[in-house]
């Protein structure tokens, strides 16, 4: 029999660590410097779609997919394939941006 704990056995409010006895340093912006510059990935998705293979064989220049998404309606913003952001998207200098209108906490993400 293993006194193990897996992580996923402390409810949120636990602190294992003021159980040891042990304080949490506050962190601060700067405590981060070291990860500043690892490359993450962000993706904008419009919508889907869902279609047969032989659909798909079908498309050629001009098709019009439709998506699951209606106009006006907020585009899904993820980091990592994670989602964490919902927005609109906008014109910057003609090119096309995203604003982040709604922030995607832990356990939030329906959809």
Do not use: C, H, W
């Not at 996923?8 to 040891?20: I, N, R």
């Not at 506050?26 to 070291?34: M, S």
């Not at 907020?74 to 998207?89: F, H, K, M, P, S």
Request: no cysteine; aromatic share 2%; net charge negative.
């Amino acid at each position: 029999m293993s006194n193990d704990l897996r992580l996923d056995e402390f409810a949120p409010s636990d602190s294992p660590m003021m159980d040891l006895g042990l304080e949490m340093e506050d962190k601060t912006a700067t405590d981060l410097a070291p990860v500043f510059d690892v490359p993450v990935s962000i993706s904008a998705v419009l919508g889907r779609a869902t279609m047969s293979v032989a659909q798909l064989l079908q498309l050629q220049s001009g098709s019009v997919l439709d998506l699951d998404r209606k106009v006006g309606e907020a585009i899904d913003i993820y980091v990592n394939n994670r989602l964490v952001a919902r927005g609109e998207v906008v014109i910057v200098d003609e090119r096309l941006g995203v604003t982040m209108t709604e922030i995607i906490k832990d356990g939030d993400s329906q959809g």
